[in-house]
């Protein structure tokens, strides 16, 4: 499911503390998960020590924004200034599919105008974060029906035994 | 108003003060093992297929007479599951449906959605299989054709809506969700609604052997306290008093026993003295409730 977080920047927040938020709201969701081990998110976000708030500062947030995206989950966080940030009803409670997230996710960042150069080298090396345009959906999960069973049907079985 | 306000109950099944609530429920065997195999069915198809191959919404529906105890059903059905389940586990999830209904404009439908597609989402994102109840359904999906304009037609069609986009997301991107939803006022639901139940079953008033049976537990749990009463449970003649109780639901018939304890000083004093003449009596004082026949007259019948 697509997903939409807004976030207020000024004059609600400064560009830094809005990234702050930013950063915390990932790493809440992404880290709930087993396979996301804790400080990873905060860890990988570091590359863009700097570059995110001055992001949000230029507004190349506002509109594309910042796609996560891993199976089963797709949010994009848009990143709002002036008036739309007076007016934002923020949510910063983990994002649901958090929780089943892989060591996979990869974090979009959209194109930043004259920051582009800066940004594109700051995660050339980063497993988690890309420059590249994020897919339209999440990808679907693996259609391995084992592992994914809701349901013991030796336990259904045993149903139809009982009186 | 919290999302967390909006949910009355939250707990991880097996939770030992839901372990009797399934068997203190006196139905036809039929309409519990419908209940829970469809439940069983939805997780078991939803998440090993899609939506498109399954047309499966994860949603079933309750309905019948007050009292017959759908939403104890539905409460119980969580615990009964675990048990079925790969990792042994299940949470039950029950709405508030009041808490989400708001006289401010647009308030409803903001509530409704992100209650049931943020979260509720996340509280079962760990894919642990999740029964979902909304009791007294009505208040959420009025029906916008009967939507009366003194009350607002917009939002109800707003939040009406809500719940059935919310319905529709779950139904292919949470398959460990189901849905139980119940109602005495089957008329005053949306039809898309109701159209998106995979399962609707009727519970109904009790027949006579039913109404025996519910004398009887209601009795022996008392027994605990007044032991005579056990005695009572087995007479006989509580038959009688079972076929003069029929049409009654099943709330009506427990309250009977304390209807026939205020008949006379003595059993208020000793409810061991209870006697079947005093049940007798009881049954004779209390008419059927005629709500049925109200509430139901706009429903629809049969089960699919």
């Not at chain 2, 039929?30 to 191959?53: G, Q, T």
């Not at chain 2, 959605?113 to 009791?135: F, G, K, N, Q, Y």
Request: aromatic share 4%.
């Amino acid at each position: 499911m697509e997903r939409t977080r807004f976030i207020a920047a000024a004059p609600v927040r400064s560009a830094s503390e809005a990234w702050r938020v930013v950063s915390a709201l990932l790493a809440d969701t992404l880290e709930r998960s087993s396979s996301v081990p804790t400080g990873s998110v905060a860890k990988e976000l570091s590359l863009l020590k700097g570059l995110g708030p001055a992001l949000i500062a230029g507004g190349h947030l506002e509109s594309k924004g910042l796609v996560l995206v891993d199976t089963g989950l797709h949010l994009t966080i848009r990143v709002l200034t002036a008036d739309a940030a007076l007016e934002v009803e923020e949510n910063l409670n983990p994002v649901p599919g958090g929780a089943s997230a892989s060591d996979g996710w990869t974090l979009y960042l959209p194109s930043a105008g004259p920051l582009d150069s800066a940004v594109k080298a700051a995660v050339k090396n980063s497993t988690h974060l890309t420059t590249d345009a994020p897919p339209s959906s999440a990808p679907a999960e693996k259609s391995d029906g084992a592992s994914r069973s809701l349901i013991d049907v030796n336990a259904l079985r045993n149903l139809g035994n009982k009186p | 108003m919290d999302p967390s306000e909006m949910i009355k109950i939250a707990c991880d099944m097996p939770d030992a003060r839901y372990a009797n609530l399934w068997d203190s429920i006196v139905v036809e065997r039929s309409i519990k093992d419908r209940l829970l195999l469809s439940a069983a069915l939805s997780l078991r198809l939803r998440a090993e297929l899609p939506f498109e191959a399954t047309a499966l919404h994860g949603l079933a529906f309750l309905y019948g007479p007050p009292g017959t105890g759908k939403t104890t059903l539905a409460r119980g059905l969580a615990y009964q599951l675990a048990p079925l389940t790969t990792r042994r586990k299940a949470r039950f999830i029950e709405i508030n449906p009041h808490g989400l209904m708001s006289a401010e404009h647009g308030q409803s439908q903001r509530r409704v959605t992100e209650l049931l597609t943020e979260h509720i989402p996340s509280m079962a994102d760990d894919r642990t299989p999740t029964v979902v109840l909304l009791d007294e359904v009505e208040s959420m999906v009025v029906a916008r054709s009967q939507a009366s304009l003194a009350a607002n037609p917009a939002d109800v069609h707003r939040a009406t809506d809500a719940v059935l986009t919310a319905i529709d997301s779950s139904a292919s991107t949470l398959p460990h969700l189901i849905f139980v939803a119940t109602s005495n006022f089957t008329g005053a639901i949306d039809e898309a609604f109701l159209s998106r139940a995979d399962v609707a079953i009727h519970v109904p008033t009790p027949d006579v052997p039913g109404v025996l049976a519910i004398l009887k537990a209601t009795l022996e749990a008392m027994s605990k306290a007044f032991p005579a009463l056990a005695q009572l449970a087995r007479r006989p003649q509580l038959e009688q008093v079972a076929k003069a109780l029929a049409g009654m639901d099943g709330r009506r018939i427990r309250k009977t026993v304390s209807e026939a304890m205020l008949g006379r000083l003595e059993t208020v004093i000793q409810p061991g003295d209870l006697t079947v003449e005093d049940l007798m009596s009881a049954a004779g004082r209390i008419k059927p409730s005629d709500q049925f026949a109200q509430t139901m007259s706009g429903g629809r019948n049969g089960t699919n």
